[in-house]
């Protein structure tokens, strides 16, 4: 499988990134919670330990759920950020950060929509069809300040624009119809317990505890 890494192939690359063995757990937070519905604050300090060490938290948070992605404020930090391990329909491998992303959609009269399957890991166990268009851009920068230009097509695009979407304090389900959300509202009733145990075991698989 080719990988891409801060969107610049790599030779090879483990199945577990070194940020993720470098980090500690983080309790995500979950739909009704104040942090995910407020838009996150610009990063403006780079380069420090702090942040580095919220990046290596959120792989290993994401990795622990089962994630194609993360955004800081499922970690309940204010900030816009997120980390991202996730295919593209080619079978390409995406792994990364970015932070202070800027999206660049395809203007209209070039805008393709596929809707298709979409789960959260703040709304545990539900999926549900969402438009989002095939391909996208984002703009941001690394840990250290660098710029980043981040191009994304099929699910990898989706994984993007989900992942803005929370830095600006929505969530998928907002996306859906009033019927439709409450269908996703009652998947994640029905299937949390299930799934945060599943999170519990794949932590100690990893060597961390992780509260039920």
């Known amino acids: 499988m080719?990988?891409?890494?801060?969107?610049?192939?790599?030779?090879?690359?483990?199945?577990?990134p070194p940020e993720a063995g470098r980090g500690s757990p983080r309790r995500i937070t979950e739909v009704g919670?104040?942090?995910?519905?407020?838009?996150?604050?610009e990063v403006t300090e780079f380069g420090t330990p702090e942040l580095s060490a919220l990046i290596d938290d959120m792989f290993l948070t994401?990795?622990?759920?089962?994630?194609?992605?993360?955004?800081?404020?499922?970690?309940?930090?204010d900030l816009r950020l997120f980390v991202y391990d996730c295919p593209d329909d080619h079978g390409v491998r995406h792994i990364g950060h970015i932070i202070n992303p800027v999206l660049d959609q395809p203007d209209p009269a070039h805008r393709l929509l596929i809707e298709e399957a979409e789960g959260c890991l703040s709304v545990p166990g539900a999926r549900m069809d969402v438009p989002r268009t095939d391909r996208t851009v984002v703009h941001g920068v690394?840990?250290?300040?660098?710029?980043?230009?981040?191009?994304?097509?099929?699910?990898?695009?989706?994984?993007?624009?989900?992942?803005?979407?929370?830095?600006s304090g929505h969530l998928y389900i907002d996306r859906l119809?009033?019927?439709d959300r409450k269908d996703a509202l009652r998947q994640m009733a029905d299937r949390h317990e299930e799934?945060?145990?599943?999170?519990?075991?794949?932590?100690?698989?990893?060597?961390?505890?992780?509260?039920?």
């Open 33 to 41: 919670e104040e942090v995910l519905r407020r838009s996150c604050r």
């Open 62 to 77: 994401m990795y622990i759920a089962d994630g194609a992605g993360l955004a800081a404020n499922q970690v309940d930090v």
């Open 2 to 16: 080719r990988v891409l890494v801060q969107g610049k192939p790599v030779d090879s690359y483990p199945a577990l």
């Open 195 to 212: 799934v945060l145990a599943r999170r519990v075991e794949k932590a100690t698989a990893l060597g961390h505890q992780l509260q039920p």
């Open 177 to 179: 119809s009033k019927r």
């Open 142 to 167: 690394d840990k250290d300040g660098n710029p980043l230009v981040i191009e994304g097509t099929g699910y990898f695009a989706r994984c993007l624009q989900h992942e803005a979407d929370h830095l």
